[in-house]
């Protein structure tokens, strides 16, 4: 079974940083693209950041210049630093893989992690 693990969330004042770290584990031949969404009550979850094959990294609008996404293949680990944090970051963020297989030809599947809390107070 494919599990999400995602670390690295916290509190952090205004103008500070934090790095966010989503490791997949499990039976995984091949990821396809893995990204970052967040989301704050009573709004629909929204994407960050995304790195995915073939078509690179995009970002949202809220992330663009203070947000960075890296990805190890290797490892099947997704990585967010952010910079710049505002009071606005805060969020519950998780980590998602699209296109995962566990095998050679097998269907594509697509995971959340559980989430972690970003607070950013001013």
């Known amino acids: 079974q494919v599990r999400l693990v995602e670390s690295g969330g916290g509190s952090v004042q205004a103008g500070g940083s934090l790095r966010l770290s989503c490791t997949a584990s499990g039976t995984i031949f091949s990821i396809s693209s893995m990204a970052w969404y967040r989301q704050t009550p009573g709004k629909q979850r929204e994407l960050v950041a995304q790195v995915a094959d073939g078509s690179g990294i995009r970002y949202g609008d809220s992330a663009q210049g203070r947000f960075t996404i890296s990805r190890d293949k290797t490892k099947n680990t997704v990585m967010l630093q952010m910079d710049n944090l505002k009071v606005d970051d805060t969020a519950v963020y998780y980590c998602?893989?699209?296109?995962?297989?566990?095998?050679?030809?097998?269907?594509?599947?697509?995971?959340w992690g559980q989430g972690t809390q970003v607070t950013v107070s001013s």
């Open positions: 998602n893989a699209d296109g995962l297989a566990e095998a050679a030809g097998s269907t594509w599947t697509y995971h």
